[in-house]
């Protein structure tokens, strides 16, 4: 079936490192968005990129899709304690409406 | 402007019983979207309702199952519920996903735990 593959599944970090996840499709995406959840939260909408090869920031994230518009990551520059959280991707399927969610990537971070 | 509201905001149940879970979605959004998160693990699709009719569902067993009313609010209800269904359910609205290419966000509600012995 399809589905929305993201890794790594856990990472833990030091603040100041800096953190990727990676999420992969088996199907070219519309779209791809990105989510956060707070521990305790409820998933928070980040950004959505539709263009292929579009990358964009917001302040020390980077989120980038991938020329084939199969893959997309996030990269957090210098990773603070307000980063903590999980972080999913969720893709549209071309030609269809639904929202598949990848299975999310935990990011712990050490002071 | 309101968020998504989700009520209740804890349940525990026994095996077998029946349970509703009701979710009001933003003022404007159309579309609303029931997902399922057992504890620690990822978001598993469970219904999507946009302009009254069901439109897609994920695979669960159909004891899942929920309606969306004439004002877009929505219920996920869950038969013979069984230990495994215990999680938190969350719902979405967005606008209508109208037009492919483009998805409109999804604002999540704060959640309903249901907790089955």
């Known amino acids: 079936g399809q589905q929305v593959m993201q890794i790594p599944q856990y990472q833990h970090v030091q603040e100041g490192e800096d953190f990727t996840t990676y999420c992969n499709s088996s199907?070219?995406?519309?779209?791809i968005q990105w989510y956060k959840q707070r521990p305790g939260g409820h998933p928070v909408f980040l950004i959505q990129?539709?263009?292929?090869?579009e990358v964009k920031k917001q302040k020390r994230l980077t989120f980038q899709f991938g020329e084939a518009k199969k893959n997309s990551s996030l990269h957090i520059t210098a990773t603070q304690t307000t980063d903590v959280g999980t972080y999913f991707c969720?893709?549209?399927?071309?030609?269809?409406?639904?929202?598949?969610f990848g299975a999310g990537t935990r990011l712990f971070v050490k002071a | 402007e309101a968020g998504v509201t989700q009520s209740p905001t804890h349940l525990i149940k026994t095996r077998g019983q029946q349970v509703t879970l009701r979710c009001s979605p933003i003022?404007?959004?159309?579309?609303v979207y029931w997902y399922q998160q057992a504890l620690g693990l990822g978001l598993q699709f469970l219904l999507w309702?946009?302009?009254?009719?069901?439109?897609n569902r994920g695979n669960f067993p159909p004891r899942f199952s929920g309606r969306q009313f004439p004002n877009y609010s929505s219920e996920l209800n869950v038969n013979a519920l069984e230990l495994e269904d215990s999680a938190l359910y969350l719902c979405?609205?967005?606008?209508?996903?109208?037009?492919?290419?483009?998805?409109?966000?999804?604002?999540f509600g704060n959640g309903t735990r249901l907790t089955v012995t």
């Open positions: 979405a609205s967005s606008r209508t996903t109208g037009t492919v290419g483009y998805n409109s966000p999804l604002h």
């Open positions: 199907t070219t995406l519309s779209n």
């Open positions: 990129l539709v263009k292929s090869g």
């Open positions: 969720a893709g549209q399927i071309t030609g269809g409406f639904k929202t598949i």
């Open positions: 003022s404007g959004h159309t579309s």
């Open positions: 309702y946009d302009e009254g009719e069901e439109r």
